[in-house]
Nanobody
Framework: QVQLVESGGGLVQPGGSLRLSCVAS????????MGWVRQAPGKEREFVAH???????DYADSVKGRFTISRDNAKNTTYLQMNSLKPEDTAVYYC??????????????WGQGTQVTVSS
């Protein structure tokens, strides 16, 4: 069982930045794909970004060039740096990981979510 705990959400003005963090409770962290998914009010969950255990990165088109996913394996932590934020980025952001190491998905473990609100 892997527990994921996110932090770093909040209220930010359009054009601003936030960095989300997610700490995972597993010694095998470096072998997991780690992802970020968001859910806006009244909408379905939407893929944002992930980083495979190989270091390969993938982003949703809506965040390319603005968001950066990264990880620190020594701290069992994945990050999502969000720049040039827009009101449409407002959502609850979830950290996620698949059930097994060395796989891309599907996501099985989920954090509790952290709210990001972009508003003036």
């Amino acid at each position: 069982q892997v527990q994921l705990v996110e932090s770093g959400g909040g209220l930010v003005q359009p054009g601003g930045s936030l960095r989300l963090s997610c700490v995972a409770s597993t010694r095998a962290f470096r072998s997991y794909t780690m992802g970020w998914v968001r859910q806006a009010p009244g909408k379905e969950r939407e893929f944002v970004a992930h980083e495979e255990w190989t270091g390969r990165l993938d982003y949703a088109d809506s965040v390319k060039g603005r968001f950066t996913i990264s990880r620190d394996n020594a701290k069992n932590t994945t990050y999502l740096q969000m720049n040039s934020l827009k009101p449409e980025d407002t959502a609850v952001y979830y950290c996620a990981a698949p059930k097994f190491t060395l796989t891309r998905g599907p996501y099985h473990y989920w954090g509790q979510g952290t709210q990001v609100t972009v508003s003036s």
